[in-house]
């Protein structure tokens, strides 16, 4: 596989369970980002990774946890969440210098929360 | 507070025009300034990146300006075609922080 993939595409979850995104990249990047795209709003920067440590954390509420094993791979663990959480997730990838670099994003994960 | 601003209405633009889209920005000092296209249902697709110290990028049918005085990008599909329809998103950089606007779409009409 090619590029940035994300698993699953679409999730459905009740406000008690807790799941997990998965985005893996191919590209050979090493700073790697969580977004939150909601209808009529701005794509949210959640996290951010650079060489495998999180530099960015922007008030994300603490039912959503980002894990970063390696520099390919990243996960969102989900847990109690809310309704308004249901949006689209993005993962994204870029060489370390953030920013200067152009974001290769994923397709993304539909998450609604009942 | 800052602020990024792109226009909410869609731009219809007959096939074969240029299409131009605004980006301002508020209480920002971007080093750098960047473009995107989204399709429904997909993750934005990268397209130019623009320097503070450029005027001017091209790539393509593409071009995208880049004013600091004014707090502008203004950003051109010429020659549009149908498949240029789609939701173009402006994103900066500055001051240590990467953010996004909401995103303007564009259809174009055969």
């Known amino acids: 596989e090619t590029g940035v993939t994300q698993t699953p595409r679409h999730l459905v979850m009740g406000m008690t369970n807790k799941k997990s995104l998965k985005c893996e990249q191919h590209l050979g990047h090493n700073a790697m980002y969580w977004y939150k795209q909601s209808a009529k709003k701005p794509l949210e920067l959640m996290f951010v990774y650079s060489l495998e440590e999180r530099v960015e954390n922007n008030s994300v509420p603490s039912r959503f946890s980002p894990e970063c094993p390696n520099s390919s791979h990243l996960f969102l663990h989900l847990h109690t969440l809310q309704p308004e959480d249901s949006a689209l997730y993005l993962c994204a990838s870029s060489h370390a210098r953030r920013g200067v670099y152009e974001q290769y994003f994923g397709p993304g994960t539909r998450l609604t929360v009942t | 507070s800052q602020k990024i601003e792109q226009n909410s209405e869609a731009l219809n633009i007959q096939e074969g025009k240029t299409a131009t889209l605004t980006c301002n920005y508020t209480n920002y000092s971007p080093a750098y300034l960047q473009w995107y296209r989204q399709d429904p249902g997909r993750g934005p697709v990268f397209l130019l990146l623009?320097?503070?110290?450029?005027k001017e990028k091209r790539k393509e049918r593409l071009k995208v300006t880049f004013d600091t005085t004014l707090k502008q990008s203004l950003f051109h599909i010429t020659a549009s075609q149908p498949a240029d329809s789609a939701t173009y998103l402006c994103?900066?950089?500055?001051?240590?922080?990467?953010?996004f606007g909401k995103g303007n779409q564009v259809v174009v009409i055969p």
């Open positions: 623009i320097r503070e110290n450029e």
């Open positions: 994103s900066l950089y500055g001051n240590n922080r990467l953010a």
